[in-house]
Nanobody
């Protein structure tokens, strides 16, 4: 069982930055692929970024490529999402997710989810 707790959300102006963190429980964090997803009001949850257990494989959604950076610190059981050049359309609840197999970009591939953290970008 893996428990995930996100933090770092908040209100920021367009063009600003935020760093989200996701702390994971368990002794097998380094073998878990991790992903970030988001859900905007009235929309379905969508993929944002994902990273393999070793950090050697990373995927981004086209909408965030070049602005967001996913990283992980396996010694701290934590995955991060650095978000720069934020836009109002980045406003959403951001969720951290984990899976025990290879890194993926589909929600159904992930077994464990955090409770989400709100990110609001004002124009």
């Amino acid at each position: 069982q893996v428990q995930l707790v996100e933090s770092g959300g908040g209100l920021v102006q367009a063009g600003g930055s935020l760093r989200l963190s996701c702390a994971a429980s368990g002794r097998t964090f380094g073998s878990n692929a991790m992903g970030w997803f988001r859900q905007a009001p009235g929309k379905e949850r969508e993929f944002v970024a994902a990273i393999s257990g070793s950090g050697g494989t990373i995927y981004y959604a086209d909408s965030v490529k070049g602005r967001f950076t996913i990283s992980r610190d396996n010694a701290k059981n934590t995955v991060y999402l650095q978000m720069n050049s934020l836009k109002p359309e980045d406003t959403a609840v951001y969720y951290c997710a984990a899976r025990t197999l290879v890194v993926g970009t589909l929600q159904r591939q992930y077994s464990y989810w955090g409770q989400g953290t709100q990110v609001t970008v004002s124009s």
